[in-house]
């Protein structure tokens, strides 16, 4: 079985530049989520989809970030423009929906994007 | 914010046992603990996940006493290449994984 891939594998932009990163989850999953881990801490969501639709994104500094996924399948998520901070590795995680047969959900989750911000 | 407490650090030796205790206080009726393992430059990986009592697959065993305010993760034999962050987590099932700063366990010959 395919796992969760993304693409690219590393970034380097210059603040106030604009970045995407791209997501595409496991074969029937979904749920998809995105997360962003500053180095030396654990991953913090930033958003969760269900097929096509946002179910959490409070945590999404939505005035520079965004995501989405049209098609319920693939995901795409942006930042513009960059600031320093936002130097992280940035994952993309995929499960199937509670229901589908399974009482737990694991997600798989990608390599991830390492994003540097200069 | 995160709902567990966990050591920031541990230290083994090869051959040993290493148990990871986990705090979570305020968990609620319909969570369950999982723990994630992630190495550097990947992302984390599920290990095990229990409700009650105990857990046990190829990898680790998962201890959960009566009252469920806390769990330990038990490995087996820890080898180097056991060496990585374990994050202990409790959630609903189907709901989104709040990672807290996990345990950074550093395995030595």
């Known amino acids: ?118 | 914010l995160a709902k567990t407490t966990q050591p920031i650090s541990m230290d083994s030796y090869e051959g040993q046992e290493v148990n990871i205790t986990c705090s979570h206080n305020n968990i609620a009726t319909n969570d369950y603990i999982t723990w994630y393992q992630q190495f550097p430059s990947q992302g984390p990986r599920f290990i095990i996940q229990g409700y009650k009592t105990k857990v046990t697959n190829e990898v680790a065993s998962l201890f959960i006493p009566a009252d469920r305010k806390s769990s330990t993760l038990s490995l087996p034999r820890v080898s180097l290449s056991d060496t990585a962050v374990y994050y202990c987590l409790v959630n609903q099932a189907g709901t989104a994984l709040i990672f807290g700063k996990g345990t950074t366990l550093s395995v030595s010959s």
């Open chain 1, 1 to 118: 079985e395919a796992g969760v891939a993304q693409s690219p594998r590393y970034k380097i932009i210059e603040k106030r530049q604009s970045v995407a990163f791209w997501c595409n989850p496991i074969s029937g999953h979904a749920t998809l989520y995105w997360y962003q881990q500053i180095l030396g801490q654990g991953p913090k969501l930033l958003i969760q989809f269900q097929n096509n639709g946002v179910v959490d994104d409070s945590q999404l500094p939505k005035d520079r970030f965004s995501a989405e996924r049209l098609k319920g399948v693939d995901s795409t998520l942006k930042i513009q423009p960059a600031k320093l901070e936002d130097s992280a590795v940035y994952l993309c995680a995929s499960s199937l929906v509670r229901g589908q047969g399974k009482l737990f959900t694991e997600a798989f989750f990608g390599q991830g994007t390492r994003l540097t911000v200069v």
